[in-house]
Nanobody, 114 residues
Framework: QVQFVESGGGLVQPGGSLRLSCAAS????????MGWYRQAPGEQRGLVASISNGGVTYYADSVKGRFTISRDNSKNTVYLQMSRLKPEDTAVYYC????????WGQGTQVTVSS
């Protein structure tokens, strides 16, 4: 089964940017839609953005206009470009299928704070 390794998180000031990467252990070309999720302390994990093989994207209202999801099937990698970050974006970020049928990775911590 495909496994995911997320990276690129860190501490950033409000208004800053980060680019997250999700490297898959196998091919993602057969996964119709890939998604990025996040989970803040005390909250449930939720879908932030998704992208289909055809490039159709979805964004949660809270990140629309600030985050951009992309995928490179040749590298089995999904990206999340995050800009104009806010403290409420602080969370652990994970990737999985847009229908999350795969095992969850360790995630990558994003902390937005001054």
């Amino acid at each position: 089964q495909v496994q995911f390794v997320e990276s690129g998180g860190g501490l950033v000031q409000p208004g800053g940017s980060l680019r997250l990467s999700c490297a898959a252990s196998g091919s993602i070309s057969g996964i119709y839609a890939m998604g990025w999720y996040r989970q803040a302390p005390g909250e449930q994990r939720g879908l932030v953005a998704s992208i289909s093989n055809g490039g159709v994207t979805y964004y949660a209202d809270s990140v629309k206009g600030r985050f951009t999801i992309s995928r490179d099937n040749s590298k089995n990698t999904v990206y999340l470009q995050m800009s104009r970050l806010k403290p409420e974006d602080t969370a652990v970020y994970y990737c999985n299928g847009a229908v999350p049928t795969y095992s969850w990775g360790q995630g990558t911590q994003v902390t937005v704070s001054s």
